[in-house]
């Protein structure tokens, strides 16, 4: 659990008379706010002093897993830029693939990019 949500727990219970035990601490949060007493559920059975120890053993308790959360899926295909991606210093970096479409080859795509940006500059006036 994280520091935040720990001192919103210990807002939470700072109506309770100190010491109190774990049970009446589950106690008075499930009447404030019955997420938090689930949330308690996990500390010690033990008396508290001070509300800080509370906050101190909640930011130290393993978290329950989010229920219906997604676990993580290994990666598929290729890394981007292929076997290059691995290479430290790859001979081909920044060269045009000849596997450009016939229709489109590199150099008019280049122009018709230049065509578009003087026309763009031209409209805002610059």
Known sequence: M?????????????GIPLPAKKRELVAYAHQQD????RELEGLPDEQFDRLDAVGE??????????ENGRL?????GKPPGGPD???PNPT?????????????????AIQKASKVRKKQKAEQGG
């Open 2 to 14: 994280d520091t935040q949500r720990a001192a919103e727990i210990q807002a939470v219970l700072e």
């Open 34 to 37: 019955p997420g938090i007493a």
């Open 57 to 66: 053993l909640l930011t130290l308790a393993p978290t329950r897993p989010k």
């Open 72 to 76: 993580p899926v290994p990666e598929s």
């Open 85 to 87: 991606y691995l290479t």
């Open 92 to 108: 081909d970096t920044g060269l045009v693939r000849h596997s450009a479409p016939r229709q489109n080859p590199p150099k008019q």
